[in-house]
């Protein structure tokens, strides 16, 4: 095929008029260059958890834009790489398994990360994935199985509820929250007592009716590792452990129950010593020692926290319980669980707190 000198040179005019025309790539606009997403599990899990984590190539990812928009939504393991992005704010969460309602050896793990996606440069989330719902494992002693041979016991939540027989040995999964412990007894239902759970925390609650059983609560005991939460309790049927929560020691508010009730009085809260040092600032605490103030300390849910919000500060008023719990005498109870009875307030030290402590029991 032959080609005139003409023609080339008409071809080659309007190429050069093309390219003078279109931008090049190169010189784009800052603001329009794009970034790039990916997103990483850390290497090594730093826990003691006596439960492995499932594979998390089979976990659910899902990357979303500011408007809500799915850019991703698969398994983890047939994710990309990394997305080529416009510069904005995207949302990477990432679940073992959807969960919804009350279901038996169902523990969900996950982890829900804001990144920014700047002009040119490459951003990487890490996935530091921890258990979101909470487990209850219920206990029956061969007593109960005397007395109630038609019996068995539910866990209820606002999502649903589970069937406990006296043989069921399985960890039952509840979202946090108020969890009712009832009794069938063949015939009828009757509450028992209100059990209130928070993400990581596995409760193991023992049922038992012996005759003649006291009316003095059972003790709790711990045993934390750092994944999850794990505790026991013991409830006697008519021992009156059962009471309204925050009326007794063995009902005490959590943490993050006593938030929700910050004009009650007299009533009992428990966490976890955390930090002390309290400052009216949004960081203002201090998590490790020396330290320097005898008059307030901070409690959390969890041992592990070091986020002032997430706790709830304590006033230490002069007599027994400042002298007990201050942590500049007191240093080594970091860490330790604390009941105190008291007085809610909606703020001290910026944050949500309890003053006027009239009793405290420390769990060492």
């Known amino acids: 095929m032959k080609t005139s000198s003409g023609a080339l040179s008409g071809l080659l005019a309007v190429a050069l008029a093309i390219s003078a025309a279109a931008p090049s790539c190169n010189k784009l606009p800052e603001e329009q260059r794009q970034g790039s997403l990916s997103w990483t599990f850390p290497e090594q899990l730093a826990t003691r958890s006596i439960e492995d984590l499932p594979d998390t190539d089979s976990f659910i990812l899902a990357v979303t834009n500011s408007s809500g928009d799915i850019l991703y939504e698969g398994r983890y393991g047939d994710s990309p790489q990394s997305l080529d992005l416009a510069p904005g704010s995207y949302t990477v969460r990432v679940l073992s398994r959807p969960f919804s309602s009350p279901e038996f050896s169902a523990p969900q793990y996950g982890d829900e990360q804001v990144a ?39 866990a209820a939540s606002s999502k649903g509820k589970l069937k406990y027989l006296p043989s ?46 006291g009316t003095d609560p059972f003790p709790i005991s711990l045993s934390v590792d750092t994944t999850r939460i794990w505790y026991e309790d013991t409830y006697v049927i008519g021992s009156g452990s059962g009471s309204e929560p925050g009326t007794s020691l063995s009902s005490a508010f959590s943490v993050t129950q006593a938030k929700e009730n910050l004009t009650a009085k007299g009533v009992w809260v428990c966490g976890y010593i955390v930090g002390g040092d309290l400052t009216s600032s949004k960081t203002g605490m201090a998590v490790t020692g020396p330290f320097t103030s005898s008059t307030n300390i901070a409690i959390a849910s969890r041992s592990s926290v070091t986020d002032k919000s997430l706790c709830l500060s304590v006033k230490l008023g002069s ?36 003053q006027n402590i009239t009793e405290y029991s420390l769990v060492k």
Do not use: W
């Open 116 to 154: 920014v996606v700047q002009s040119g440069t490459r951003t990487n989330v890490v996935l530091k994935c921890t258990q979101l719902n909470s487990g209850i494992r219920l206990k029956v002693s061969s007593d109960f199985r005397s007395r109630y041979p038609g019996g068995y016991l539910t």
């Open 319 to 354: 007599g027994d319980a400042r002298d007990a719990l201050n942590l500049v005498d007191n240093q080594s109870l970091l860490g330790h669980k604390v009941y105190l009875k008291g007085d809610m307030v909606s703020a001290y030290y910026g944050i949500p707190g309890i």
């Open 168 to 213: 069921e040995s399985r960890v039952g999964f509840f979202s946090p929250g108020k969890v009712t412990i009832s009794l069938f007894d063949g015939n009828s239902s009757t509450d028992l007592t209100d059990r209130y759970v928070e993400a990581c925390e596995m409760l193991t609650l023992g049922v038992a009716c012996p005759s003649g059983a």
